[in-house]
């Protein structure tokens, strides 16, 4: 804790002259110092609808491959069955 209150108080500038001088700068350069970064976006990165819309899509990618992976396997699994009771039905005949 000394530590860190050691280099919390080693300052090139005392604290009231920082705030003076983040003052005047402000006053100095009105033009987008105080500005919010959502002024240059748009509603649709303001609102991150992109990432959503984005992260939606890999979504459902991902539940359809899954999908079809499992109706093949399925499909694979009930013509291995089928043929294979087929197979043992010819052979009793």
Same mark, same amino acid.
């Given at each position: 804790?000394?530590?860190? $209150? &050691?280099?919390?108080? =080693?300052?090139? +500038?005392?604290? @009231? =002259?920082?705030?003076?001088? &983040?003052?005047?700068? %402000?006053?100095?350069?009105?033009?987008?110092?105080?500005? %919010?970064? @959502?002024? $240059? /976006? &748009?509603?649709?990165? /303001?609102?991150?609808? =992109?990432?959503?819309?984005?992260?939606?899509?890999?979504?459902? +990618? +991902?539940?359809? &491959?899954?999908?079809?992976?499992?109706?093949?396997?399925? !499909?694979?699994?009930?013509?291995? +069955?089928? %043929? #294979? !009771?087929? @197979?043992?039905? $010819?052979? /009793? #005949?």
């Amino acid at each position: 804790m000394k530590r860190l $209150s &050691s280099e919390f108080r =080693d300052r090139p +500038i005392p604290p @009231l =002259d920082l705030a003076v001088w &983040s003052i005047e700068y %402000t006053a100095r350069h009105p033009n987008g110092t105080l500005a %919010t970064p @959502l002024r $240059s /976006q &748009s509603w649709v990165e /303001q609102n991150l609808i =992109d990432v959503y819309a984005f992260l939606f899509f890999n979504f459902f +990618i +991902i539940l359809l &491959s899954i999908f079809f992976v499992m109706k093949l396997l399925i !499909s694979f699994y009930c013509n291995y +069955i089928y %043929t #294979a !009771s087929n @197979l043992r039905k $010819s052979k /009793q #005949a």
